[in-house]
């Protein structure tokens, strides 16, 4: 039954596979097998370029959603137009981060935020 079965497959040669030889050495492996294993390479090949032009194009992409240094404009910026302006998002972030009453919390290590800078404060 099984020299059947390799008669009807038939046999090809396979080169390819010398591991750790500097030998060449010719095997006869099944056809079917052989066919498997060449089409398997071959998609293999164009997943390999698929997945590379994927790649490719996604850094081009990153490379062009960069902000150039003509696109932004630096200003320095008064001190107490800043805290005036910040000074609500100061107030959120405070109730925000203010400990809650868990024993074990250490109020030293974690202050209250404070919104405003204490030379500010009335």
């Not at 010398?18 to 060449?24: D, M, P, R, V």
């Not at 997943?47 to 490719?56: F, P």
């Amino acid at each position: 039954m099984i020299v059947e079965a390799l008669d009807v497959v038939q046999f090809s040669l396979d080169r390819e596979h010398n591991f750790l030889s500097k030998k060449i050495l010719t095997k006869l492996i099944p056809s079917l097998i052989y066919e498997a294993h060449e089409l398997c390479k071959a998609i293999g090949k164009k997943l390999e370029m698929e997945l590379r032009s994927m790649v490719v194009a996604r850094l081009q992409d990153l490379r062009k959603s960069k902000l150039k240094v003509s696109d932004v404009e630096f200003a320095p910026v008064d001190t107490m137009s800043y805290v005036r302006k910040h000074a609500s998002q100061w107030q959120r972030v405070q109730t925000m981060a203010a400990p809650d009453s868990t024993p074990g919390i250490d109020t030293e290590l974690n202050p209250p935020f404070s919104p405003r800078p204490p030379d500010l404060q009335q």
